[in-house]
């Protein structure tokens, strides 16, 4: 399809980068800086409803010269990407955090177009552009808060580690290019598949992951994860630990599964091999990911920093849809990211309350807030089980079809680490729910405190405001419904995925 004609499915991402413009003239002629997350928050819903009616109206073309591919699969995680977006800005419209300036929104809106870029990629160079115009606005939010060392510090540390990261995978597809003189991803599936068994090729292709493993912080390349995660705004951490994850799996989703799946039908060949050297390649990285993040997060006290290895885990559960290398696979691994975005930025919108009434993130901040803040102890009890994978919450259902698919594939002893990391984790987040309802403020035992623990100042019910109330409700009952009702949500991803 020509320029021209490829305008009309290319309108979500010109609305987001119109947006941009608008925010900054918009900066530029009115002194009204509180308007701000408003009109980020309209821009958003038209990008939404935008890429809502490319879904309705089943549109699957290439656009641009077949630079960007246009499908139900894209536009499902553009939608998941722009309501991330859209609930960060809500987190900042809490009254206790100040109205952010210009280059907040602006970053965020870029961020939320190179995710865009990235999940409808069908080209390398057009992967590469939409990972760094990612990367790039990460790395400025991260380091947002002004006068903070631990937030420059987090910034800094992101560049490094991205820059890295960023660095192999373009070598690893300078190499492709070189390999079969094409960027665009259909040409080169076609060709490797003709040609699979080289080892510059192989080689290659283990760059590229590492390079889109960093976004999914899984081992190897993700040191990064914690610090930046304690580091970075407790918003734009919730919004870094969902959309960026998500755009990566995509991509992964679209670059491995769609290259190395259509050899498993083949007969038993060299190629063979290799593939099979790479589901096992991928279950040991997806083992050691959930492994080392849930073992990290076991003796932390600093609650970013907890969810920060809770994400490094979850991110080896949703890998193992991958390994299994079947459509059942691919189905969970799409299932289990909206159902972590509501549990996950839910944990983080609770993390962000507690934090601007203590102006801390550990957990001993939290003894006694059971009883204090009742509905916010509930609350994140919920959300936390749902992280865990109890039923019957929307967080159980996830995981339930990434094993599901796991077993089905016959990969037993997978499934087995899988399960026992899940009684792992049970114990890092049992810890917060037990200070919350079974614990006695710090600060109480030392003035002879008793069980009755009576309602602190700094936790009266007034400090929740009707906003925090209402947000908190909008994230915890998906959660909910999710667990007992997800069977719109499984035929949808079906659609999109042409199951």
Known sequence: MNNLDSIKFFLPEIVLTGGVLVIILFELITSYKKLLPYLSLWILVVAFFCTANLLVKNVDASIFENLIRINGFTTFFKLLFTLASFITILFSLSRRQPHHNIEYYSLLLIVTLGLYLLASANDLLIIYLGLETVSISSYLLTSSQKGIRRSAEAGLKYLIF????????????????????????????????????????????????????????????????????????????????????????????????????????????????????????????????????????????????????????HAGYILMGLVVMQESGIQAMVLYLPIYLFMNMGAFFVIYIIENITGSVDIDKYEGLGWRLPFIGVVMSIFLFSLIGLPPLGGFIAKLYIFASVIEAKWYLLALVGLLNGVVSLYYYARIIRAMFLKIPTEELKNGGTKELPVSSSFSPSVLSLFDTILLMLLVIPVLILGVYFTPLVNLINRVLGV
């Not at 999914?216 to 959309?243: K, N, Q, R």
């Open 162 to 313: 991205g820059a890295i990261a960023s660095g192999i995978m373009l070598y690893g597809m300078s190499l492709l290019y070189g390999l079969y003189g094409t960027t665009s991803l259909e040409t080169l599936f076609a060709l490797i598949q003709r040609d699979y068994y080289q080892p510059v090729l192989l080689a290659s292709l283990f760059m590229v992951f590492i390079g889109l493993g960093y976004k999914i912080a899984v081992v190897p390349v993700h040191m990064w994860c914690p610090d930046v995660y304690e580091g970075a705004p407790t918003e734009i951490t919730g919004f870094l630990s969902v959309a960026p994850k998500a755009a990566g799996f995509a991509i992964i989703i679209r670059f491995f599964y769609k290259l190395l799946q259509p050899l498993t039908i083949t007969p038993l060949t060299v190629s063979d091999l290799f593939l099979n050297n790479w589901q096992w390649l991928f279950a040991v990285i997806s083992v050691v990911t959930m492994t080392l993040g849930n073992l990290a997060a076991l003796h932390q006290t600093n609650l970013k920093r907890l969810l920060a290895y809770s994400s490094i885990a």
